[in-house]
């Protein structure tokens, strides 16, 4: 990905004005053992529901992923045709593939996938660089 996206209207926490607010409070002031997330806290304490700002659990951005595996799935499942892994003789792409035709599930794509395309993409990334200077 060349372009910068903006996910701010997807992810406030990902919009540049609101990390660059949080990169400007003291380190001390950002965390606290007693209390979770003071900062975002203390910013929403007027337009959030009490029961959300003493909530003592913890979103972990699934809904986001499966979203995002949703929208570009078919994109994804492209990458395994001409697979650098694969022609390395690293991986087989077709049990990959195939995940791409089932619906989000955290606990059978986020692992093995993840890895696999984290590594696919490295690979390419690392397959088109110059070898001179590289250590």
Same mark, same amino acid.
């Given at each position: 990905?060349?372009? /910068?996206?903006?996910?701010?209207?997807?992810?406030?926490?990902? =919009?540049?004005?609101?990390?660059?607010?949080? +990169? &400007?409070?003291?380190?001390?002031?950002?965390?606290? *053992?007693?209390?979770?997330?003071?900062?975002?806290?203390?910013? @929403?304490? =007027?337009? @959030?529901?009490?029961?959300?700002?003493?909530?003592?659990?913890?979103?972990?951005? /699934?809904?986001?992923? &499966?979203?995002?595996?949703?929208?570009?799935?078919?994109? $994804?499942?492209? $990458?395994? =045709?001409?697979?650098?892994?694969?022609? +390395?003789? $690293?991986? =087989?792409?077709? *049990? $990959?593939?195939?995940?791409?035709? +089932?619906?989000?599930?955290?606990?059978?794509?986020?692992?093995? @996938?993840?890895?696999? +395309?984290?590594?696919?993409?490295?690979?390419? &990334?690392? &397959?088109?660089?110059?070898?001179?200077?590289?250590?």
């Amino acid at each position: 990905m060349t372009e /910068t996206q903006d996910f701010s209207h997807t992810s406030p926490f990902l =919009d540049d004005q609101v990390i660059q607010v949080c +990169l &400007a409070v003291r380190p001390e002031e950002r965390v606290t *053992p007693w209390e979770f997330k003071p900062l975002i806290k203390a910013a @929403m304490a =007027d337009i @959030m529901p009490p029961g959300v700002l003493t909530r003592r659990t913890k979103g972990d951005g /699934t809904t986001l992923v &499966a979203e995002g595996f949703e929208a570009h799935r078919r994109e $994804l499942a492209e $990458l395994w =045709d001409g697979s650098r892994l694969a022609a +390395l003789g $690293l991986i =087989d792409p077709g *049990p $990959l593939r195939e995940l791409f035709d +089932l619906s989000y599930n955290d606990s059978l794509h986020r692992g093995a @996938m993840q890895s696999a +395309l984290s590594c696919e993409l490295w690979a390419r &990334a690392t &397959a088109t660089q110059p070898t001179g200077g590289r250590r």
